[in-house]
């Protein structure tokens, strides 16, 4: 069992990194605190993983992904809807505080569960168990990509303590929406490059247009400064 965790860990982790899981784990914890993200990711992947090992093990038939690509997908647009509304709920009254961690947990659960059904790190979940223990490859595989993801949560982290309540907003909500787009034309168009390419040119267009309204208001004051300058060396 020892062996099987272990090279379930180390297959699991190095195929986390770079995935679309891990800026899933840095965008929700530019939203909520790293520990409800961290328990929504470890809850998910216990068990998306149970079923992994157990597909793996007795049934070994392919999970059916386009469905589950496209409700992720649709899933993730409204969570990206609802981050750029913003949260009503005020972390002053602790009732509303709980409800609001409450919420923040289910999102990161499904959103975890959904986009983790029928990933490579699932399927090689699966092919992992056909071959070795399953209860290692089920704590390995799991331990593995709670850690990996753990690397993006302390990115997220860090970077929603230095950037501005409206940046960590809008950008969270961006995010959301490229991952709703990736998942809905990977459902739609399995194969596919276009998932990856839509949701890289949302956020290329952000960053475009966030650049864009950067200069405009820098401009802007510019030329609502020149006035005053000029008064005063009248």
């Known amino acids: 069992m020892l062996t099987a965790a272990l090279l379930s860990f180390g297959v699991i982790f190095v195929a986390e990194l770079g995935d679309k899981s891990q800026l899933m784990a840095m965008t929700f914890a530019l939203r909520y605190r790293w520990w409800v993200v961290i328990a ?33 997908g649709a899933a993730f647009l409204i969570f990206g809807a609802w981050t750029l509304r913003g949260d009503d709920l005020s972390e002053d009254e602790q009732l509303k505080a709980g409800r609001a961690t409450r919420s923040a947990f289910l999102a990161v659960t499904s959103a975890f569960f959904l986009a983790e059904l029928g990933d490579k790190t699932m399927l090689a ?39 501005p309540e409206s940046v960590i907003r809008i950008g969270a909500a961006v995010l959301f929406f490229a991952f709703g787009i990736w998942l809905l034309l990977e459902g739609l168009l399995p194969g596919n490059a276009a998932g990856p390419i839509a949701g890289v040119a949302v956020v290329v267009l952000a960053l475009a247009g966030a650049a864009g309204r950067a200069v405009w208001s820098r401009r802007r004051r510019g030329a609502s400064a020149e006035p005053e300058q000029m008064q005063h060396q009248d």
């Open 125 to 163: 979940t699966i092919t992992l168990a056909t071959d070795h223990d399953t209860v290692g490859v089920w704590i390995g595989s799991t331990v593995g990509m709670v850690a990996a993801d753990a690397l993006a949560i302390v990115v997220g982290a860090v970077l929603g303590k230095h950037l």
């Open 40 to 72: 929504g990711i470890t809850v998910a992947t216990t068990v998306v993983h149970l079923v992994s090992v157990a597909v793996g093990h007795y049934l070994g038939v392919a999970i059916p992904t386009a469905a589950i690509s496209i409700v992720g």
